[in-house]
């Protein structure tokens, strides 16, 4: 083969697992876009709402650019307008101050953070549900473009654009089917064709086919919300109309949570564009992962191939083989499932995405559709599906083999994982649109360093300044709301106690006594005074001393 085929295949086959990374990477369901496109947006605000929530206004001047950022908020987070249009901003001031005057900055700024984030978010509903009512009646509505309208035109262009490039890749895979099938009834020619490279054009565009039919079906879905939402618009839009009309004063109680309601609408039909131009992209995107099909065959050596062979399309297979069905006393150890005995035969898991598994494994890879009324194999918990009748009954004979025929080719073609759904016999290749939900595959153990911190007041103060520990405090406090000192007390009588009187008596508690067991008792002497004199003689005399008792007598003490 010279050198620019192989390159050609090599590429062709980089392309195509290229183009299977791609859309397992850009692609998830309808609500994980919402969601993401959510967190953008809110991430994107995260800046002008701290910028409110911690503003501490106290001058006049700072309240009035506080208040003109909440205008602004309320613009960016709704997104019916630019906050830098003089005329969409004046008219959002005027619908912001028929509900939150600015003489109520003082309250907002008393609230906790939590509470001005929530204040603000419904301030901004209320506001978006006024400017969208006012555009309903021509009184308002700047900047406002109407979504419904602009749905209405966006999906049925780009559904039609998906229908087309998918009738192109249909119309491909299928005079490639059967110039391999003209291939494999006649192996001379396949020594001249080399029919691998054709299968791996194949593969490529059933792949492509694959990612076009789930984008078509999300732009279906879309569809189908924005003509459910369409109707609840009209009807929020008659329901105001009505209570405005009919009165001059109207209560915030009736008409709040109906502009809420519109709101949730609008929002609704913005995360339809977000998801509408998504799914546009991701189209585009993928065609330039078709590979290089008119290098390796170009239109003329196709049309040579396909003489005298008939291009059958997969409806005209189903139908080709419709009347043939497995008889159940041919295999009564198998279990066969057919559409009138099964319920929600319709929705059963078909591995292989579908294609017959018996051609898949005798022919070295050929993708043939499989035809559900023929009868459905269950083994071991899985379902098969074959192109005929003759096919059912050998892979009915040996599943195993030839399920292990099938795993062997993937291992070879790699591209046929992702296209068969084979990710279960290889359990280390997961899907990412499946990493979220699946726990029981085989993840490789990686390390890496990681670090913490904890904030020092996660949660907003919680002191109960009204709280009182003393219990003769709380019994004064409920005097005072029990006020019974302007209070009358009140008896009634019953037939049993009625001219019976009360009994009373009355206890009186012992006296207290005191007794003496002895007496102390005390008894004097006389104390003894005795004094001398003459003891001071001169100096020519002879001393003489002179004793004189004067202590009384015992009596007289």
Not at 148 to 160: G, R, V
Not at 386 to 414: C, G, Q
Not at 444 to 456: A, F, R, W
Request: glycine content about 4%; proline content about 4%.
């Amino acid at each position: 083969m010279p050198p620019t085929q192989s390159e050609s295949v090599i590429k062709n086959i980089i392309r195509e697992i290229e183009q299977e990374f791609y859309f397992d990477m850009n692609y998830t369901n309808r609500e994980e876009f919402i969601e993401e496109h959510h967190r953008i947006l809110e991430s994107k605000l995260d800046f002008v709402t701290r910028e409110i929530t911690d503003n501490r206004a106290c001058a006049q001047k700072e309240l009035e650019s506080l208040y003109r950022k909440i205008v602004s908020y309320v613009l960016l987070r709704t997104g019916v307008g630019s906050p830098t249009d003089i005329k969409i901003v004046r008219e959002a001031t005027a619908a912001l101050q028929s509900v939150f005057p600015q003489a109520e900055l003082g309250t907002f700024l008393s609230l906790s953070k939590k509470d001005k984030e929530l204040q603000l978010k419904e301030l901004s509903m209320i506001v978006t549900g006024i400017r969208l009512f006012n555009r309903e009646t021509g009184k308002g509505g700047e900047g406002i473009e109407f979504l419904p309208d602009i749905l209405h035109e966006a999906i049925p262009a780009t559904a039609q654009h998906i229908d087309s490039q998918l009738q192109i890749a249909q119309d491909q895979a299928y005079r490639y089917t059967a110039i391999l099938e003209k291939v494999t009834n006649n192996p001379l020619l396949s020594v001249e064709l080399k029919p691998y490279m054709l299968k791996e054009l194949l593969y490529n565009v059933r792949q492509y086919e694959i990612f076009l039919k789930i984008i078509l079906s999300e732009i279906i879905t879309c569809a189908q919300e924005v003509k459910l939402m369409t109707k609840q618009l009209g009807a929020l839009l008659e329901q105001l109309k009505m209570n405005v009309s009919s009165k001059t004063a109207i209560p915030t109680s009736q008409v709040f949570p109906i502009f809420i309601a519109l709101s949730h609408l609008w929002i609704g039909f913005q995360d339809e564009t977000v998801l509408i131009g998504i799914l546009s992209n991701l189209t585009t995107n993928l065609e330039r992962f078709l590979g290089t099909h008119e290098i390796l065959f170009p239109e003329e050596a196709i049309q040579d191939l396909l003489r005298e062979v008939t291009v059958k399309t997969d409806m005209y297979r189903l139908k080709e083989h419709m009347e043939e069905r497995v008889h159940l006393v041919d295999f009564r150890k198998q279990e066969w499932l057919f559409p009138e005995t099964t319920a929600n035969f319709d929705k059963l898991l078909i591995q292989y995405r579908g294609f017959c598994g018996y051609t898949l494994a005798t022919t070295d890879g050929l993708l043939l559709p499989g035809n559900p009324a023929i009868g459905i194999l269950k083994h071991k918990e899985k379902y098969y599906t074959f192109n005929s009748r003759s096919a059912a009954y050998s892979f009915a004979e040996n599943p195993e083999h030839y399920i292990n025929l099938i795993t062997e080719k993937a291992k070879k073609n790699a591209e046929l994982i992702q296209l068969l759904e084979l990710h279960q016999q290889f359990e280390t290749l997961i899907p990412c649109s499946e990493i979220k939900v699946i726990t029981k595959h085989i993840k490789p153990i990686t390390k890496s360093e990681t670090g913490t911190q904890t904030d020092t007041h996660i949660l907003p103060p919680t002191i109960v300044r009204s709280y009182d520990w003393n219990e003769w405090e709380l019994r004064r406090k409920a005097i005072k709301l029990a006020n019974l000192r302007q209070k009358v007390t009140h008896s009634v009588q019953t037939d049993l106690s009625h001219m019976r009187r009360e009994n009373y008596s009355q206890v009186y508690p012992t006296r207290n006594a005191a007794t003496q067991s002895m007496r102390e008792g005390s008894t004097a002497v006389p104390r003894p005074q005795i004094y001398i004199a003459g003891l001071r003689g001169g100096q020519t005399k002879t001393t003489y001393g002179v004793k004189v008792n004067l202590t009384r007598a015992v009596d007289e003490t």
